[in-house]
């Protein structure tokens, strides 16, 4: 990890730095020393001395957002016109009289490759002294009938085990839901590396503690072991266990990453990048992507203007971004709140995405009055897609099929229906409204080779503009031309914006 350091005096020459911080310090009272090519590649910068305007500016490239620690006497100490730089910035002000401290936590919360996965349902077993029946729900649960109080019992485990580097935090978060008359604990053992029956540690997490990620930071590495056990009478059922580094405070995946979350425990995560604080705001949804994480920080932060990044952690790479009525709402109000802070209106908002990511674009996009949509290679109608599967894509992605089966709403047994009410609000008032919507998709696409015609037909003699390129192949056939047509789409449609807003 790169520490950039800008001060009066060096900290790295009074403390033993951290095995595998670089360490660089820039002195502001010696100006030829903010020169981009000298410091390089910074992964968190601290500021504990008055710095001139100039200075910081020249190594604005430098400084990522979220992670600019500024001392917390600078405060009221830093001039009016270092006010736009620190909101860019999304500076921190920090408690910087135990410096010692504050430099061995660095490497913990500002690292620069983020991870994050899961243990899969279909990794778990039923315990063997469990004897109601069990069945999985596709990928998304395993679910049995418990009937027995008193203490608690093993009802699960994973068969897998998760790998625990004793100097990274893990953040661990499972999935369940059950009825109200069951209750469970989370056990997780942490067997020491080189041992096979070496338990360095053992704990069982309630109910209540398992409202919030668990935090496993221990002194010796190794692997962790995981299951589930019950009590009382009822439902239950497990869904996957995610486990991720943890920042430890710092931020979700990316510093600043948010995490929103539900009653059911399911989640989806943004990351908010100020940019130039100058509208458009470019929201991304990531593609569908079984490593968990955000997508898309560079092609977004090359535009220049702010942005926020959405990903989906749930099923194998994402459910689309369906969610329940209070997760989809926990979304609207986070976008809305960035919008609201920017000073923004919804018209100065362009949605965007590829391949899943298209859809949550789409399906997002039209709850407000957004200035544009940009989407490539487009899945629209899930059912549709559900439907094919049986003969264009055997035994491929079947995570579709978990999708239909979430949609409360779809008919029960007809996967037709899946879309259904999602195309009759387009086809409604307002539907799109004035919105621009941009797409690029391939011709013979696998998934669903009527996305085009499916929102084209829904806009007929509506005021939205739409523009659309095909291109030959199947979904995967020629993603770089999608990928080219996407961001040179995206660079005229905020080129056109700006100058029609410099116009006024």
């Given amino acids: 990890m790169r520490v950039l ?3 009066r005096d060096d900290w790295s020459a009074t403390m033993t730095l951290p095995a595998g911080v670089t360490w660089t310090f820039a002195d502001v009272g010696e100006s030829w020393g903010f020169d981009p090519a000298l410091i390089g590649r910074t992964d968190v910068t601290i500021l504990d001395a008055p710095c001139a305007p100039a200075e910081l500016q020249a190594i604005d490239s430098l400084i990522s957002p979220h992670a600019l620690l500024v001392d917390d006497r600078l405060e009221t100490a830093l001039a009016d016109e270092h006010r736009r730089f620190l909101v860019r910035k999304a500076a921190r002000f920090r408690d910087m009289a135990g410096r010692e401290e504050l430099v061995a936590q660095l490497s913990r919360q500002y690292f620069a490759r983020p991870f994050g996965q899961k243990l899969e349902i279909r990794s778990a077993e039923v315990a063997p002294f469990h004897r109601s029946g069990a069945r999985y729900e596709g990928n998304s649960y395993l679910a049995t009938d418990i009937e027995h109080d008193g203490d608690f019992r093993q009802l699960m485990m994973w068969k897998e085990n998760i790998l625990y580097e004793n100097h990274r935090a893990l953040e661990l978060w499972p999935e369940y839901v059950k009825d109200d008359g069951c209750e469970i604990e989370f056990v997780v053992q942490l067997i020491q590396s080189g041992t096979s029956d070496v338990i360095a540690f053992h704990r069982s997490y309630s109910e209540a503690e398992l ?13 962790l072991s995981c299951s589930v056990f019950a009590r009382g009478r009822g439902q239950v059922k497990v869904g996957p266990v995610h486990y991720r580094h943890s920042r430890e405070g710092a931020g979700h995946f990316l510093p600043g990453g948010r995490r929103i979350v539900d009653s059911r425990r399911e989640e989806l995560f943004t990351y908010f990048h100020p940019g130039d604080l100058t509208p458009p705001l ?4 990531a593609g569908y992507r079984p490593a968990e994480g955000f997508e898309g920080y560079f092609m977004m932060a090359g535009l220049g203007h702010p942005f926020l990044l959405i990903t989906d952690p749930r099923l194998e790479g994402g459910r689309f971004y369906l969610a329940s009525d209070e997760l989809e709402g926990r979304l609207h109000e986070v976008i809305r709140e960035h919008i609201d802070a920017l000073g923004f209106r919804e018209e100065d908002v362009i949605f965007s995405g590829l391949s899943m990511g298209s859809f949550g674009a789409l399906y997002h996009g039209s709850q407000f009055r957004s200035h544009a949509i940009i989407a490539g290679k487009p899945i629209i109608d899930l059912g549709y897609v559900a439907e094919r599967g049986r003969l264009v894509r055997p035994k491929e992605f079947l995570t579709i099929f978990d999708i239909v089966n979430f949609w409360s709403k779809a ?5 037709d229906a899946f879309t259904r009410e999602l195309i009759d609000r387009w086809r409604g008032d307002p539907g799109f409204g004035d919105t621009k919507i941009l797409m690029s998709y391939m011709q013979q696409d696998d998934y669903d080779d009527a996305a085009y015609y499916t929102l084209l037909e829904s806009q007929t003699g509506k005021p939205t503009t739409v523009i659309a390129r095909g291109y030959q192949g199947r979904h995967n056939d020629d ?12 660079r005229r449609v905020i080129d056109e914006y700006v100058e029609a807003r410099d116009g006024e």
């Fill in 282 to 285: 470019n929201i991304y949804f």
């Fill in 479 to 490: 993603s770089a031309s999608i990928v080219t047509w996407f961001v040179n789409q995206y």
């Fill in 211 to 223: 409202a919030e990620p668990i935090l496993i930071s221990h002194e010796s590495s190794g692997y």
């Fill in 5 to 7: 350091q800008i001060g």
């Fill in 411 to 415: 008919d029960p047994g007809s996967a």
